[in-house]
Nanobody, 119 residues
Framework: QVHLAESGGGLVQDGGSLRLSCAAS????????MGWYRQAPGKQRELVAS???????NYGDSVKGRFTISRDNAKNTVYLQMNSLKPEDTAVYYC?????????????WGQGTQVTVSS
């Protein structure tokens, strides 16, 4: 089992910045991709950003150029630096970690952290 501890959410004004962190612990062997998803009220969960073990990144179109994902493999931690935040970025942000075991991919999710951007 993998436990994910998220931190860094909160309330910020339009144009502000926040940094989210997610530390993985437990059965962390074979962790592959790490990433962040978000879900706003009444909307489906969507990809914000992901990063592979080798550092390849992928971003949702709405956050490109504003958000930066990074990871510290030694600490099993993934970060999301969010700049130029907009009210439409308001959502619960979930950390996601994938483990590849014997060719199968297993997904693990954090409990979510609220990000609220006021106009």
């Amino acid at each position: 089992q993998v436990h994910l501890a998220e931190s860094g959410g909160g309330l910020v004004q339009d144009g502000g910045s926040l940094r989210l962190s997610c530390a993985a612990s437990g059965s962390i062997v074979s962790i592959s991709a790490m990433g962040w998803y978000r879900q706003a009220p009444g909307k489906q969960r969507e990809l914000v950003a992901s990063i592979t073990g080798g550092g390849k990144t992928n971003y949702g179109d709405s956050v490109k150029g504003r958000f930066t994902i990074s990871r510290d493999n030694a600490k099993n931690t993934v970060y999301l630096q969010m700049n130029s935040l907009k009210p439409e970025d308001t959502a619960v942000y979930y950390c996601n970690v994938g483990r590849t075991i014997a060719g199968n991919i297993y997904d693990y999710w954090g409990q979510g952290t609220q990000v609220t951007v006021s106009s």
